[in-house]
C-alpha cells in the first residue's frame, strides 16, 4: 500500500510566514525612501535658502566672516524703533488676547449651553482668514466713515493691535478652553465649600493650574504677532511696521538685501526663543493633563437660584469679544462691499471680471484666485506627500535607540518652518535661486516657486494634523500584521489608512486654506502678470479711487468665502477628539 503526499507548497502562505520574512533590507530601504525625500525637499527649499540668508548677512564678498552688515543694521536708529514696535505691539497683543480670551474659553469649555457648538465654530473663524483679509475688516471698521471711525485709531498701535487680537482670540480659546475642559473642579469646590469667594478659589486654585495652558497660548499668540505680515502690512504701513514688514520693505523699496538678511536671523532668533517656550509650556500642559480625570460642563444658568456671578462676567465679556472684535469687522467689510459709487448692490462684485480703474491690476480679480486655486492645489499636493510622509515615519516607535532619536530629530526638523516667518521664505527664495547650487539657471521666475514656497509654510500643519492620529494606532497591531506576513505597503492600507484617512482630510484643508490665503512669502515671488488673489487685494488698496477701494472689498470677502468654505468642509471631518491649535 502507498500513501500520497501532499506535495509540499512552493512557498508558504502568506498566513504562515514567520515574523521578519519581509526582507530586512527591502524594508530599511522603503523606510529610508519615506524619510529620506522630505529631508531633500526640507534640505533645498528651506536649509538652503536660510543659510544663504545666514551668509548674506555674516560673510563678505571675500567669503570671510564680515560683521560689518550686522553692525550697521544694528546702529541704526530705525533699527531699534522697528524691533521696539514689534516687541510692543506682541506684548500687547498677547496680554489683550488672555485678557479677553479666557472668559470666553471658560463660557465656551467650562459651561453647557444652547448653540455652543456653532458659537466655538465662529470664535475660530478669524484665526483661518487670511491676514490681507483681517487687515481689509478693520480698515473697514476703522476708518473714518466706518462704525468705529470715532475712535481715530485707524493706522495707529492701537488699531494694528486690535486686528492682532482679533486674529489670535482663538488661540487661546482652544488652548486655553480644551485644557479647562478636561480640568477637575472638585478642587475649587473643597474651596468655596472651606469659605473661599470664587475670585480667591479661582485666584487660588484654578488659575495655577491653568497656568501650563496659558503659558503655552502666550508663547503661540507672541509668536503669531511677532511675524503678523499683512494685517500689519496693511493697517499700519511702515509707521508702524515690524520686522517682519521691515524685511519687506528692505528688499521691494530700498533694495538693501543684506540689512534684509540681518534682519531675518533677528527674526529667527526671536522666534526660536518663542518655540522653545512653547515648547516647555506644552509638555507641562501635557504632564499636566495625564493626571485629571474627565469632567462634564455644567448648564449655564444666568438666571434663579443657581445663577453665578461668574458666568454673568463670562456671557458679558463673550458678547462684547464676539459682538464688537469678531461680527462688527467681519460684517462691515461685507456691507461695505455692497456700497458702490453709484449706490448699493453688486457692482464691486461685477467690476471684479475688470482690472479695476485706471487698470490698477494686470490681471482681473477671477484670474487672480484662478490662479490662487491652482497654486494652492499644487503646494496642497506637495506639502500633503511631504507631510505625510514624515508623520508615517515619525508615528513609529522602533526598538533601537538611535532609530527612535533619528525619528525624534526627524520630527522637530519639520516643525522649524513653522518657527521662521513666511516673508524669510520668500526672502530667502529670492536670493538664493538666482544661482542655484552653483547653476548657471535662474529660478526666481519660475512659476512653480509659489506652491513651493507655500508648501514649506504648510507642511509642519500637515503633520500635526496627522501624526497626532497615527501615534495613537496600538503598535500591536503592526505587529500582529507583521507577524501574519503583512509587507509594510499592506499594513499601511489595512492598519494605518482606515485610522488616519478623516486625519488626512483635514490636513488637505488646512494646506489648502493656508495656501490660498498665504501672502508673506507670495509677496516676494508672485509675477505681476501671475499674481494671486491675496496680492491682488493687497495692490488694490494701494490705488486711489472708490473703484479700487470697493474691488479690495469684494475681493476680500471672495477670499474669505474661500478658505472659510474649505475649512467647513476640513472641520467635518476631524476626528472626534481632534487634535486642537
Given at each position: 500500500?502507498?500513501?500520497t503526499l501532499p506535495a509540499e507548497p512552493a512557498t508558504p502562505p502568506r498566513a504562515l510566514v514567520a515574523p521578519g520574512a519581509w526582507p530586512v533590507a527591502r524594508r530599511w530601504v522603503g523606510w529610508g525612501l519615506a524619510a529620506g525625500l522630505p529631508l531633500l525637499f526640507l534640505g533645498v527649499f528651506f536649509a538652503y535658502p536660510v543659510l544663504a540668508l545666514l551668509r548674506l548677512g555674516f560673510?563678505?564678498?571675500?567669503?570671510?566672516?564680515?560683521?560689518?552688515?550686522?553692525?550697521?543694521?544694528?546702529?541704526?536708529?530705525?533699527?531699534?524703533?522697528?524691533?521696539?514696535?514689534?516687541?510692543?505691539?506682541?506684548?500687547?497683543?498677547?496680554?489683550?488676547?488672555?485678557?479677553?480670551?479666557?472668559?470666553?474659553?471658560?463660557?465656551?469649555?467650562?459651561?453647557?449651553?444652547?448653540?455652543?457648538?456653532?458659537?466655538?465654530?465662529?470664535?475660530?473663524?478669524?484665526?483661518?482668514?487670511?491676514?490681507?483679509?483681517?487687515?481689509?475688516?478693520?480698515?473697514?471698521?476703522?476708518?473714518?466713515?466706518?462704525?468705529?471711525?470715532?475712535?481715530?485709531?485707524?493706522?495707529?498701535?492701537?488699531?494694528?493691535?486690535?486686528?492682532?487680537?482679533?486674529?489670535?482670540?482663538?488661540?487661546?480659546?482652544?488652548?486655553?478652553?480644551?485644557?479647562?475642559?478636561?480640568?477637575?473642579?472638585?478642587?475649587?469646590?473643597?474651596?468655596?465649600?472651606?469659605?473661599?469667594?470664587?475670585?480667591?478659589?479661582?485666584?487660588?486654585?484654578?488659575?495655577?493650574?491653568?497656568?501650563?495652558?496659558?503659558?503655552?497660548?502666550?508663547?503661540?499668540?507672541?509668536?503669531?504677532?511677532?511675524?503678523?505680515?499683512?494685517?500689519?502690512?496693511?493697517?499700519?504701513?511702515?509707521?508702524?511696521?515690524?520686522?517682519?514688514?521691515?524685511?519687506?520693505?528692505?528688499?521691494?523699496?530700498?533694495?538693501?538685501?543684506?540689512?534684509?538678511?540681518?534682519?531675518?536671523?533677528?527674526?529667527?532668533?526671536?522666534?526660536?526663543?518663542?518655540?522653545?517656550?512653547?515648547?516647555?509650556?506644552?509638555?507641562?500642559?501635557?504632564?499636566?493633563?495625564?493626571?485629571?480625570?474627565?469632567?462634564?460642563?455644567?448648564?449655564?444658568?444666568?438666571?434663579?437660584?443657581?445663577?453665578?456671578?461668574?458666568?454673568?462676567?463670562?456671557?458679558?465679556?463673550?458678547?462684547?469679544?464676539?459682538?464688537?472684535?469678531?461680527?462688527?469687522?467681519?460684517?462691515?467689510?461685507?456691507?461695505?462691499?455692497?456700497?458702490?459709487?453709484?449706490?448699493?448692490?453688486?457692482?464691486?462684485?461685477?467690476?471684479?471680471?475688470?482690472?479695476?480703474?485706471?487698470?490698477?491690476?494686470?490681471?482681473?480679480?477671477?484670474?487672480?484666485?484662478?490662479?490662487?486655486?491652482?497654486?494652492?492645489?499644487?503646494?496642497?499636493?506637495?506639502?500633503?506627500?511631504?507631510?505625510?510622509?514624515?508623520?508615517?515615519?515619525?508615528?513609529?516607535?522602533?526598538?533601537?535607540?538611535?532609530?527612535?532619536?533619528?525619528?525624534?530629530?526627524?520630527?522637530?526638523?519639520?516643525?522649524?518652518?513653522?518657527?521662521?516667518?513666511?516673508?524669510?521664505?520668500?526672502?530667502?527664495?529670492?536670493?538664493?535661486?538666482?544661482?542655484?547650487?552653483?547653476?548657471?539657471?535662474?529660478?526666481?521666475?519660475?512659476?512653480?516657486?509659489?506652491?513651493?514656497?507655500?508648501?514649506?509654510?504648510?507642511?509642519?500643519?500637515?503633520?500635526?494634523?496627522?501624526?497626532?492620529?497615527?501615534?495613537?494606532?496600538?503598535?500591536?497591531?503592526?505587529?500582529?500584521?507583521?507577524?501574519?506576513?503583512?509587507?509594510?505597503?499592506?499594513?499601511?492600507?489595512?492598519?494605518?489608512?482606515?485610522?488616519?484617512?478623516?486625519?488626512?482630510?483635514?490636513?488637505?484643508?488646512?494646506?489648502?486654506?493656508?495656501?490660498?490665503?498665504?501672502?508673506?512669502?507670495?509677496?516676494?515671488?508672485?509675477?505681476?502678470?501671475?499674481?494671486?488673489?491675496?496680492?491682488?487685494?493687497?495692490?488694490?488698496?494701494?490705488?486711489?479711487?472708490?473703484?479700487?477701494?470697493?474691488?479690495?472689498?469684494?475681493?476680500?470677502?471672495?477670499?474669505?468665502?474661500?478658505?472659510?468654505?474649505?475649512?467647513?468642509?476640513?472641520?467635518?471631518?476631524?476626528?472626534?477628539?481632534?487634535?486642537?491649535?
Amino acid at each position: 500500500m502507498s500513501a500520497t503526499l501532499p506535495a509540499e507548497p512552493a512557498t508558504p502562505p502568506r498566513a504562515l510566514v514567520a515574523p521578519g520574512a519581509w526582507p530586512v533590507a527591502r524594508r530599511w530601504v522603503g523606510w529610508g525612501l519615506a524619510a529620506g525625500l522630505p529631508l531633500l525637499f526640507l534640505g533645498v527649499f528651506f536649509a538652503y535658502p536660510v543659510l544663504a540668508l545666514l551668509r548674506l548677512g555674516f560673510v563678505g564678498d571675500t567669503g570671510g566672516p564680515d560683521l560689518s552688515g550686522v553692525a550697521d543694521v544694528l546702529g541704526r536708529a530705525r533699527t531699534w524703533r522697528i524691533i521696539g514696535t514689534t516687541l510692543g505691539q506682541s506684548v500687547v497683543g498677547t496680554a489683550l488676547s488672555l485678557v479677553l480670551g479666557l472668559p470666553v474659553a471658560f463660557l465656551l469649555h467650562r459651561r453647557e449651553f444652547r448653540g455652543r457648538r456653532a458659537l466655538r465654530a465662529f470664535v475660530v473663524v478669524p484665526f483661518v482668514l487670511p491676514t490681507v483679509v483681517v487687515g481689509v475688516a478693520f480698515r473697514s471698521v476703522l476708518a473714518d466713515s466706518g462704525p468705529l471711525g470715532f475712535l481715530g485709531i485707524d493706522g495707529t498701535f492701537a488699531g494694528v493691535v486690535a486686528a492682532l487680537v482679533f486674529f489670535n482670540l482663538a488661540v487661546v480659546v482652544r488652548t486655553v478652553g480644551g485644557f479647562w475642559a478636561g480640568l477637575d473642579p472638585r478642587a475649587e469646590q473643597a474651596a468655596r465649600a472651606l469659605g473661599a469667594s470664587p475670585w480667591r478659589a479661582f485666584r487660588h486654585v484654578t488659575l495655577p493650574a491653568l497656568t501650563p495652558a496659558i503659558a503655552s497660548a502666550a508663547a503661540i499668540v507672541f509668536l503669531f504677532c511677532a511675524t503678523a505680515f499683512g494685517v500689519v502690512l496693511v493697517l499700519g504701513g511702515t509707521g508702524y511696521g515690524t520686522v517682519e514688514t521691515e524685511i519687506w520693505v528692505q528688499t521691494t523699496q530700498f533694495l538693501d538685501l543684506r540689512a534684509a538678511a540681518v534682519l531675518s536671523v533677528v527674526q529667527i532668533a526671536v522666534v526660536a526663543g518663542c518655540l522653545l517656550l512653547a515648547g516647555r509650556a506644552r509638555s507641562s500642559r501635557e504632564r499636566a493633563l495625564q493626571l485629571l480625570p474627565d469632567a462634564g460642563p455644567p448648564r449655564l444658568a444666568l438666571r434663579g437660584p443657581a445663577r453665578r456671578r461668574g458666568d454673568v462676567l463670562a456671557v458679558a465679556v463673550t458678547a462684547v469679544v464676539v459682538g464688537v472684535l469678531l461680527v462688527l469687522p467681519l460684517a462691515t467689510v461685507v456691507v461695505r462691499s455692497l456700497r458702490t459709487p453709484t449706490g448699493w448692490g453688486l457692482g464691486n462684485y461685477v467690476a471684479l471680471g475688470t482690472t479695476g480703474g485706471a487698470n490698477a491690476l494686470s490681471v482681473t480679480v477671477w484670474e487672480a484666485a484662478l490662479t490662487s486655486v491652482r497654486i494652492a492645489v499644487d503646494a496642497t499636493v506637495i506639502a500633503v506627500v511631504v507631510g505625510g510622509l514624515v508623520a508615517l515615519v515619525a508615528s513609529r516607535r522602533p526598538r533601537a535607540p538611535g532609530a527612535r532619536r533619528a525619528v525624534r530629530v526627524l520630527d522637530a526638523l519639520f516643525m522649524l518652518p513653522l518657527g521662521v516667518s513666511a516673508v524669510t521664505v520668500g526672502f530667502g527664495f529670492l536670493v538664493t535661486f538666482d544661482r542655484p547650487f552653483g547653476l548657471d539657471l535662474d529660478l526666481r521666475s519660475s512659476a512653480a516657486l509659489i506652491p513651493v514656497a507655500q508648501a514649506v509654510v504648510a507642511t509642519p500643519l500637515v503633520v500635526r494634523s496627522v501624526l497626532p492620529v497615527l501615534r495613537a494606532v496600538d503598535t500591536r497591531l503592526h505587529e500582529a500584521a507583521g507577524v501574519l506576513g503583512a509587507t509594510p505597503a499592506q499594513v499601511l492600507r489595512h492598519v494605518d489608512w482606515p485610522v488616519a484617512a478623516r486625519s488626512l482630510g483635514v490636513a488637505v484643508g488646512f494646506a489648502f486654506a493656508v495656501s490660498l490665503g498665504e501672502f508673506g512669502a507670495t509677496s516676494f515671488l508672485a509675477r505681476p502678470e501671475r499674481p494671486t488673489l491675496p496680492v491682488v487685494i493687497f495692490r488694490l488698496l494701494g490705488r486711489p479711487g472708490a473703484e479700487n477701494l470697493g474691488m479690495a472689498l469684494a475681493a476680500a470677502v471672495l477670499l474669505g468665502l474661500m478658505t472659510a468654505l474649505v475649512m467647513g468642509l476640513a472641520e467635518r471631518l476631524r476626528p472626534a477628539g481632534g487634535t486642537e491649535l
